[in-house]
């Protein structure tokens, strides 16, 4: 696995700086290397499960920059015993921050990034969609529901969960905020040039899945758990 940061998504370059701050929040600086412990057992700890803070950390120890950062690893049932290595370690640790500080400033391009045909600000709002550009108003219901199929890790969400993203205080997906959701995603739609369906529009991405909700369908250069 590569970790040229360049070809890492927002969403992945965050995790990543999430488990080097949880390591390094155990870190105290005592000499050249700093022995740790710490249990992650099976909770969340700042939004990754267990499962994909072990999946992570295990990549960037064998395969990524890690690998001369930690040493000495051992992993018994979720506890981590760590050596690390400041000078290798936060070199890269500052490097994972500057890459985000410049994706949320939009100053990089999150399609070239991903090599996926949508990119969107998720802080103003702009966005470009194969040759499309334009604006989301970021309080406007078109962006949040958008922002919510962006940001999961599959590019999917539930009825309820896409239609609290602008009615947090709904607790059931009725038929009639089922119809005004579709509304939404055709207005959407229609900003992204996919509709109205003409030879020039932009290839629809959006799927509707039966008794769920909706999926945007691209592929993304993301880390995941197996």
Same mark, same amino acid.
């Given at each position: ?173 009725? $038929?009639?905020? @089922?119809?005004?959701? %579709?509304?939404? +995603?055709? #207005?959407?739609? !229609? ?15 959006? $799927?509707?899945? @039966?008794?769920?909700? %909706?999926?945007? +369908?691209? #592929?993304?250069? !993301?880390?995941?758990?197996?």
């Amino acid at each position: 696995m590569s970790y040229d940061l360049n070809n890492l998504s927002l969403r992945a370059l965050e995790k990543i700086r999430r488990v080097m701050d949880e390591i390094d929040s155990r870190v105290e600086l005592l000499g050249k290397y700093n022995e740790i412990t710490f249990n992650y057992n099976n909770q969340e700890i700042d939004g990754i499960s267990a499962r994909e803070f072990e999946y992570i950390f295990k990549h960037l120890r064998k395969d990524g920059p890690l690998e001369k950062s930690i040493q000495d690893y051992q992993y018994d049932d979720r506890v981590y015993f760590l050596t690390v290595n400041p000078e290798a370690f936060y070199p890269f640790l500052d490097d994972v921050r500057k890459r985000i500080n410049e994706l949320e400033k939009g100053t990089l391009s999150e399609s070239v990034k991903n090599e996926i045909p949508l990119c969107l600000n998720l802080r103003t709002g702009d966005f470009s969609f194969y040759n499309t550009k334009g604006n989301f108003s970021p309080a406007g219901q078109e962006f949040k529901v958008l922002k919510t199929l962006y940001e999961d890790k599959d590019h999917q969400a539930k009825y309820l969960a896409l239609i609290q993203s602008y009615r947090p205080l709904i607790e059931e997906a009725t $038929k009639g905020q @089922k119809d005004d959701l %579709y509304l939404i +995603i055709r #207005n959407i739609k !229609e900003v992204l040039n996919i509709l109205p369906a003409t030879e020039t529009s932009n290839q629809d991405v959006f $799927k509707n899945i @039966k008794s769920y909700g %909706y999926r945007l +369908i691209f #592929n993304l250069n !993301e880390i995941k758990p197996e």
